[in-house]
């Protein structure tokens, strides 16, 4: 008697050590999508500053359908994303695709590209203020220029450069 109730003590010890799945390491498929990555391959740039880089990535990863405002009747939606200093306005189509957008940005540190140009061009002449601009559509691409305001004692002058320092 003494054996079988050991018998049946280490029986039910050890049948649910074997019913237990056991992980073999590998980890359920994820699949990641790039959404709108034209978007920043085209409007991104190294040069720019880190609050305009983080406002261009929630455009690129704003998910239209899961808005508040979302509904299947409109064609296309406007949403406005803002920073104290500039702002996006982006146009989505009804399946949450980026379509064009429209940016302004004050003050932004500009590329060596556009302060070399206009140094080299306008010496002696001091950059006060700037206003980057960026017009994107997804058909024709990235369109950035500069709004530089120069002063030189009692004169002042505002210039246009493209992001390459050329001159508009």
Do not use: C
Not at 146 to 155: T, V
């Amino acid at each position: 008697m003494k054996k079988l109730i050991t018998g049946l003590l280490v029986l039910g010890l050890t049948i649910p050590a074997f019913s237990q799945v056991i992980n073999d390491g590998m980890l359920p498929e994820v699949v990641v999508t790039a959404t709108n990555y034209k978007y920043l391959n085209d409007a991104g740039t190294k040069d720019a500053p880190v609050n305009v880089k983080m406002l261009e990535r929630q455009v690129a990863n704003f998910d239209l359908k899961e808005s508040e405002f979302y509904a299947d009747e409109y064609d296309f939606y406007k949403v406005f994303f803002y920073i104290p200093d500039g702002k996006i306005v982006a146009a989505y189509d009804k399946d949450g695709n980026l379509i064009r957008t429209i940016e302004k940005f004050k003050n932004v540190k500009l590329p060596k590209d556009v302060i070399n140009a206009v140094a080299k061009r306008f010496p002696g002449w001091n950059m006060y203020e700037d206003v980057y601009k960026v017009n994107y559509h997804k058909d024709r691409g990235a369109k950035k220029e500069y709004k530089i305001r120069l002063e030189n004692g009692d004169k002042k002058m505002r210039v246009k450069t493209d992001e390459k320092g050329n001159f508009l």
